[in-house]
């Protein structure tokens, strides 16, 4: 009956039945009473209250009225409970809102304390010798700071931890705390990436990551793990090319481009990897002189162009290319020499320009430019001197006018070996003064056992067996735990140079096996390690233990190649001559 439609030509639609239709005794048709449930109609809603109204013999008004007031409590109720659930959400939220604040206002005040006892009270306890406070601090700040996610951190909290961490672990680095460092500077990498991912074209945050990616890579590097170590310095170097390139007027982050050609190259050198470390320090190199006419006033700039120039010469010198190696060290000496002139109070400026002409010394003096290696240390002397008259507590600088005796003396030798011995007493009074300072400096230590076998290369010239053997004692009593420790190049050549000159003693002893033996030391030391192509610096000592030993035919190989070089040794190597009675 509801779906039907009254009146309609489709039987199948009618919805009375037709004893309701039939007409009343007046003929007329009945017009049954019906609710209309259509939406036309009454709609379904009017028409069940008229159908209830009916049933219960009451007036539809009064029912539909009574129906309107129990939808209106309904809907106030409904409405009251609404405004009272809006209430509860708005007081939570409210809550919330404060609790949060709070928590972020304590936060912000830790992490400030934090700050100043990780910047400013750092300096002021360091000055009194209280590392010890600090140590405990950076603890509890990395322990802190790692129960903290990054992502539920604010913008300035995690720069601030970034940059507290990155402190943290220069720190730790400096004191030799490798392990530790590195999880400091994780820690840093990681809320550094969180910035970057938030703000991918912000370049400061790409900067910040860079830094983090450098420091991670640097630490791995001095451990050891040199493939770690590439990884996170080329990810440095390609950071700081996209820096640069997204904005060619912050000259900031034009200069890390170059350092990060820097850090491969150093990699790439400690790996023997020669050509792509030269690679790396000439793309370097000619950035710096791009810059360079531009900023033609900053010394800082200056200095690290010089400091390219002087890796470049020493990359070069290890390679044997002793001209090119001399034009780099010029080129470092002249970029120091014009710093001086512009801040010529600088002290820093002072003590690089001794250390380029000592370079640039060695290089000449390999080429046999004696007079102009002499010249070189006769300007580098009295700039040392002044610095060690300067700072007596800078055992650095205390050393380095002994290294400049110790060149005047080997510089000396063949035309007065007066002068030479009294120079070479001199250097070796010197660097042993700084040796008692810091027993345990490397750079000291070889250069006192370079002292003593000078000293005991005089000696043996004049004869001086038993001279020449107290100083050859004294600096294998040095050389010999330090290369049982801690192996490296430098110490392998000073050691062997002590074994030669101990066998030329024991040779003017007529001890001819004990000559031998320390030959036959001499020889392995500098054979072994290598690859196929030894090491240039080992040339000329392996070529004066190979004479010694009466093998000179195995010798000239080496010879040939020190000669191509442009090598002139210092002293004439030792005939073969009536060694193979040994």
């Not at 370049?203 to 420091?215: H, T």
């Amino acid at each position: 009956m509801v779906a039907g439609v009254p009146g309609s030509a489709d039987p199948a639609q009618h919805c009375f039945p037709p004893a309701l239709l039939q007409p009343g005794a007046d003929g007329r048709p009945r017009e049954p009473l019906a609710a209309d449930a259509r939406r036309e109609g009454d709609g379904r809603e009017r028409a069940f209250l008229k159908l209830v109204a009916g049933l219960l013999g009451v007036g539809y008004d009064a029912l539909a009225q009574r129906e309107a007031q129990r939808r209106n409590r309904k809907l106030t109720l409904i409405a009251a409970a609404s405004v009272a659930g809006m209430a509860i959400a708005l007081a939570l939220a409210a809550t919330a809102y404060v609790a949060r604040n709070d928590a972020q206002r304590r936060q912000a005040q830790a992490e400030d304390i934090l700050g100043f006892m990780l910047g400013d009270l750092r300096k002021k306890l360091t000055t009194v010798g209280r590392l010890d406070l600090m140590r405990a601090v950076d603890d509890k700040a990395i322990g802190y700071f790692a129960t903290l996610k990054p992502r539920d951190l604010s913008d300035r909290a995690l720069e601030e931890q970034a940059r507290s961490l990155t402190g943290i672990g220069e720190v730790r680095l400096n004191e030799g705390k490798h392990d530790a460092a590195m999880r400091a500077f994780r820690e840093a990498h990681a809320r550094s990436t969180a910035l970057h991912e938030r703000q991918p074209a912000d370049g400061q945050r790409l900067f910040d990551l860079a830094q983090a990616e450098y420091w991670i890579g640097a630490v791995a590097l001095q451990q050891g793990r040199q493939d770690e170590a590439g990884v996170w310095l080329r990810k440095y170097r390609d950071s700081a090319i996209k820096l640069a390139a997204r904005d060619t007027d912050k000259f900031a982050w034009q200069r890390e481009v170059a350092y990060g050609h820097h850090n491969l190259a150093v990699l790439d050198e400690s790996l023997g990897r020669y050509a792509q470390a030269e690679r790396a320090l000439r793309d370097e190199l000619a950035l710096y002189r791009r810059w360079m006419p531009n900023h033609a006033d900053d010394t800082a700039l200056r200095f690290e162009a010089s400091n390219v120039a002087s890796w470049l010469g020493t990359l070069l010198m290890r390679q044997g290319r002793l001209k090119e190696a001399e034009a780099s060290f010029r080129e470092e000496v002249d970029g120091h020499t014009r710093n001086r002139m512009a801040e010529p109070d600088n002290a820093r400026w002072q003590e690089e320009l001794v250390d380029a002409l000592l370079l640039l010394a060695d290089a000449q003096a390999q080429r046999g430019q004696l007079d102009a290696a002499r010249a070189s240390i006769d300007l580098a002397a009295p700039l040392s001197d002044a610095l060690a008259r300067q700072d007596p507590t800078n055992n650095s600088w205390q050393v380095t006018p002994g290294i400049c005796r110790w060149w005047q003396a080997q510089l000396a030798k063949a035309a007065n070996a007066a002068a030479a011995d009294a120079l070479a007493t001199q250097a070796t009074t010197i660097v042993a003064n700084a040796h008692k300072v810091e027993p345990e400096n490397k750079r000291v230590l070889l250069w006192l056992a370079k002292a003593h076998n000078l000293q005991a290369q005089l000696a043996l010239s004049r004869g001086d067996t038993a001279l020449a053997k107290t100083h050859l004692t004294q600096a294998l009593a040095r050389l010999e735990p330090a290369w049982k420790a801690d192996p490296s190049e430098t110490l392998r050549l000073v050691l062997a140079s002590s074994r030669l000159l101990s066998g030329e003693a024991a040779l003017l002893a007529n001890n001819h096996d004990a000559a031998r033996i320390h030959w036959q030391q001499a020889e392995h030391l500098l054979m072994a390690d290598a690859s196929t192509a030894l090491p240039f610096e080992r040339l000329d000592p392996l070529v004066r233990a190979l004479h010694q030993l009466g093998r000179s035919e195995q010798a000239r190989p080496h010879e040939l190649r020190l000669a191509t070089a442009g090598y002139v040794p210092l002293r004439p190597w030792p005939s073969s001559r009536g060694v193979a009675a040994l």
